[in-house]
């Protein structure tokens, strides 16, 4: 998983779906000021790290939860990833809404799902937590065992730590912000002196560069 992890990052960096801006920090939705900015839809438009990521999801999902029946992804960033690796491994998908639909049948959940069917979230990004871990929620009340959850990538902040924690789901990630980092620096990305910026945003998100 070691090789799996340096190997997304790389593919992260070169695509551009991680940039790395230490002297002029991104503003996200929340308010927060970040060194970095995350956007892994992009890895669809590139086919060799498209299939590359479809292979590692199945890898992890088969190695750690044999026993899936049903693979979901979350709306919206990984209803694709979560399509393909149901195709890769040849399961039944669903996805699920960040909010229910407004029309219609009203569904939360697109796709069909049965009571006690055991079931693998797929997620793109894990910053806090908390809209990935509606998704569980939403598939636990749906009467579904979910085993766990495994994405593409992890900010590592404590607070999705003890989010995932506190709702007793595992999670998985394909790769992660140390070794971003680690990687970051190994192929030029960043300068060295940019490495401690990065490595103390990561600490205190909310209060970094105000």
């Known amino acids: 998983m070691q090789d799996t992890a340096k190997q997304v990052a790389e593919y992260l960096l070169q695509i551009k779906a991680i940039k790395l801006e230490p002297t002029n920090p991104f503003t996200w939705a929340s308010g927060w000021k970040s060194p970095i900015y995350c956007d892994n839809r992009k890895t669809l438009s590139y086919p060799e790290v498209r299939t590359y ?10 190695e750690k939860y044999p026993e899936v029946e ?16 149901a195709e890769e491994m040849n399961k039944p998908m669903v996805y699920i809404r960040s909010s229910a639909k407004a029309h219609g049948m009203t569904n939360l959940i697109e796709g069909e799902i049965k ?6 979230v797929i997620e793109d ?4 937590g908390g809209s990935s871990l509606k998704a569980v929620q939403a598939l636990r009340e749906a009467g579904c065992e979910v085993l766990g959850m495994v994405a593409i990538f992890t900010y590592g ?8 924690t506190e709702n007793n789901c595992k999670l998985d990630t ?3 912000y140390n070794i971003m980092i680690d990687r970051a620096q190994e192929i030029g990305y960043v300068k ?3 490495v401690d910026q990065l490595k103390e945003w990561r600490k205190d998100p909310a209060s970094w560069g105000v």
Do not use: H, R, W, Y
């Open 174 to 176: 394909l790769s992660e």
């Open 53 to 62: 990521i479809k292979k590692a999801f199945a890898e992890v999902v088969m």
């Open 157 to 164: 902040f404590q607070k999705a730590v003890d989010n995932f």
């Open 115 to 120: 009571p006690g069917q055991k079931v693998v």
């Open 192 to 194: 060295a002196e940019d």
């Open 70 to 85: 049903v693979i979901a992804g979350v709306a919206t960033g990984a209803i694709a990833q979560g399509a393909l690796v």
């Open 125 to 128: 990004l894990i910053s806090t």
